[in-house]
């Protein structure tokens, strides 16, 4: 079997989503090698790699209501890849915070998770994460069956953890984290069975409309001359 015919077809969602994900990262270790990473460069890495963690943090959560709402499936097929991306980006967060900043120092990692709220609240965030992350896989899925469903939806959680992190981080200027927040919540609201369930009935309706229109427009129906008395 050839090597072409093993590896998956990927659509073209598919490819821009993994471009866009490898993209900050390439774009960082581009500007460490080139010291453009400001004056304080573990300052710079940490707060971009947060930033691109909580991006692709919302672009997963969005997937489901793309398809629910505007009936976009292509989205739950990178559903998965963008949970990923975002895990990755939060452990190089986290990496960064414990290994650069803090030298994998045990006693100063102490007092900085236990003493500093925004470190605690990132730290929850990432701890459920990690099984989300390690538990994305299919089989993964068929072991855990319904456990799954639940175990995943602490996503949400995790989101909003990620926010108040943010927030709690920049501490003046919260405008940002808030606009964050809203679109999170926004989400969240779209996940609530009886909304989800409102815009599933209008976003089938649209659709069978589309096709009564495209047939319509096909196959006209044929219209007869008028009788002559």
């Not at 602490?154 to 927040?181: E, F, M, N, Q």
């Amino acid at each position: 079997m050839a090597l072409k015919d093993r590896l998956p077809r990927l659509t073209k969602l598919q490819i821009l989503v993994h471009i866009a994900g490898l993209f900050p990262f390439a774009w960082l270790i581009y500007d460490f090698f080139t010291a453009n990473l400001t004056v304080n460069p573990i300052q710079a890495a940490t707060l971009r790699t947060g930033k691109a963690a909580l991006i692709f943090l919302i672009l997963s959560l969005a997937c489901t209501p793309l398809n629910t709402v505007f009936g976009f499936r292509q989205a739950l097929k990178v559903r998965r890849a963008l949970g990923l991306y975002a895990f990755f980006y939060a452990s190089l967060h986290f990496l960064i915070f414990v290994g650069v900043d803090y030298g994998f120092d045990p006693d100063l990692l102490k007092e900085a998770i236990f003493e500093k709220r925004f470190a605690l609240v990132g730290f929850s965030a990432f701890l459920i994460l990690l099984p989300l992350a390690i538990t994305s896989t299919r089989g993964w899925m068929k072991r855990l069956g319904r456990n799954w469903l639940r175990l995943h939806k602490l996503v949400y959680l995790a989101g909003l953890l990620v926010i108040v992190h943010y927030t709690w981080l920049v501490k003046s200027d919260i405008r940002i984290p808030i606009l964050y927040g809203l679109v999170v919540v926004i989400l969240l609201i779209l996940r609530i069975p009886t909304i989800r369930r409102h815009f599933g009935r209008h976003s089938t309706a649209n659709a069978v409309n589309r096709i009564r229109k495209s047939l319509h427009l096909r196959y006209p129906k044929e219209t007869s001359s008028p009788q002559e008395p």
